[in-house]
């Protein structure tokens, strides 16, 4: 089993920065994706941005101000988030999968307990 445990949520002001990080423990893959989703009570669950061997991926809304960068070695993933609006605020939840990125949340077998990002206008 992987065990996926996130950091570096918060409360900031509009136009404010944050940094979320991702852990990975336990399997080790040779091979697999990590990304980071969020959610919205009453929304839908959307990716928001995805590294794996083949490809990075951000969804349109936050190209130009998120950076998703991951450490192999350590296992680890984070995403600098800058110029935050007060539209960012979610919870925002660590996943994997194995093989390629997808955008398809259910395709993601192993996640974290998600971490609280709220923005002030």
């Known amino acids: 089993q992987v065990q996926l445990v996130e950091s570096g949520g918060g409360l900031v002001q509009a136009g404010g920065s944050l940094r979320l990080s991702c852990a990975a423990s336990g399997r080790t893959f040779s091979s697999y994706a990590m990304g980071w989703f969020r959610q919205v009570p009453g929304k839908e669950r959307e990716l928001v941005a995805a590294?794996?061997?083949?490809?990075?991926y951000y969804i349109d809304s936050v190209k130009g101000r998120f950076t998703l960068s991951r450490d192999t070695a350590k296992n680890t993933m984070s995403l600098q988030m800058n110029s935050l609006k007060p539209e960012d605020t979610a919870v925002y939840i660590c996943a994997a999968r194995e093989g390629s990125y997808s955008t398809d949340g259910t395709s993601y077998a192993y996640w974290g307990q998600g971490t609280q990002v709220t923005i002030s206008s």
């Open positions: 590294i794996s061997w083949n490809g990075r």
